[in-house]
């Protein structure tokens, strides 16, 4: 499962970044900001240029951050509304399977690494301070540690339940509780 997320999450990054950078700087065949913010102003949106840069950005910082698994919940929401803007303003006129599946699916999956996270492979920060760790904002490894049988660490545990062999969860409720509560 973790090859599969880093495969989407490489895929559809580079293919948004890609028609990011076509709207910013007219790369990999696109028109550039003129050109594009021509086709904004026949949608509706004006200023068309300054649109069309807002929706390369998007696009092109989105794109990446979510290729390396960086901040992945601010980068899905980036094309997340990217999407519902292209959506709402160019394809959702025509009928649902003439022309919108494609910006739904790059929704949906956009969507679904916010949801689910960048998976095992992800870049990481490289600065530490003092004892933080960088753990994803959504779903990742550090969530599904704490899932169903997660019993805590056992320096938690107070030394006298540890030696009396108490389950951990029992004695760090005893230790939690007040003298008397649990009698």
Not at 11 to 35: E, M
Not at 41 to 50: A, F, M, N, T
Not at 111 to 121: C, E, N, Y
Not at 127 to 155: K, N
Request: proline fraction near 5%; charge should be positive.
């Amino acid at each position: 499962m973790a090859y599969g997320l880093l495969l989407l999450r490489a895929f559809t990054g580079a293919a948004f970044a890609g028609h990011g950078t076509q709207k910013l700087f007219g790369w990999f065949g696109g028109h550039g900001p003129q050109g594009s913010g021509g086709f904004f102003s026949s949608l509706g949106y004006h200023p068309g240029v300054q649109m069309a840069v807002v929706a390369g950005l998007g696009e092109a910082v989105g794109g990446t951050l979510l290729a390396f698994g960086f901040l992945t919940p601010v980068a899905g929401t980036l094309l997340a509304i990217v999407m519902l803007n292209a959506i709402a303003a160019a394809t959702l006129k025509k009928q649902f399977l003439l022309g919108s599946e494609l910006e739904l699916v790059y929704l949906v999956i956009a969507i679904s690494l916010v949801a689910t996270g960048p998976g095992r492979f992800f870049a990481r920060p490289r600065a530490r301070l003092g004892r933080q760790h960088h753990r994803p904002l959504v779903g990742g490894r550090s969530a599904r540690r704490r899932g169903p049988g997660f019993r805590g660490d056992s320096h938690c545990v107070p030394k006298q339940a540890r030696a009396a062999g108490r389950d951990t969860a029992v004695a760090a409720t005893m230790r939690a509780a007040p003298l008397g509560a649990l009698s």
